[in-house]
């Protein structure tokens, strides 16, 4: 019971003192995502897509922030079959964060998301060549955890895993890295 209760009081203090270092208020950025696309209709591997994002938002509290994002795909993926390339994704979020320290703040995040992609399969069964290739749009909620860091008092740095769409048949998530000014 002591362990439990010195370990609440440290860390309620170091959300105390990490406090003054994150400024609320509205802020950009961007950044580079590999997005990763599976399919459970075509056996393939997972199809890796770089992809660019910027976002927007607006810091209401130190825990808790609103932010806007919109990316588009940079190339496309074929693996076996399929072929998988990103139009473009936007969406809506809210981040729920713990200022630890001057310089890091770990966080949550969730939210919806759109997304519109071009998915293509050519190939042959039982002997019969056949080829499919549809605009498809994708919608779903999304989650994710990352971690922002601060380099001086207005940028910051960021690392992120967040998974935009999970169907029963496709999923879209991905691993960003990126930059973000404050004003």
Known sequence: MKVWMRGALVLSCSLVAGQEAW??????????SQIQYDNEEFDTDTLKIDAATV????????????EARGGVGLNEDSQGI???E?????????KLGAPISDTVRPY???????AKGT???DGEVAG?????????????ESWGAGLDMNITDTLGANLEYMRYIDTDE????????????AF
């Open 86 to 94: 990103l139009d473009h994704l936007y969406g809506g979020y809210v």
């Open 128 to 140: 019969v060549t056949y080829s499919f290739s549809d605009s498809e749009n994708f919608e779903d």
């Open 23 to 32: 400024a609320t208020g509205p802020y950009v950025g961007g950044s580079y």
């Open 170 to 181: 496709e999923e879209i998530s991905g691993i960003s890295v990126g930059l973000r000014s």
């Open 108 to 114: 949550v995040i969730g939210g919806y998301t759109k």
């Open 55 to 66: 976002n927007a938002g607006f810091e209401v509290t130190d825990f808790l922030a609103l």
């Open 119 to 121: 998915v293509s399969a």
């Open 82 to 84: 399929a072929d998988f």
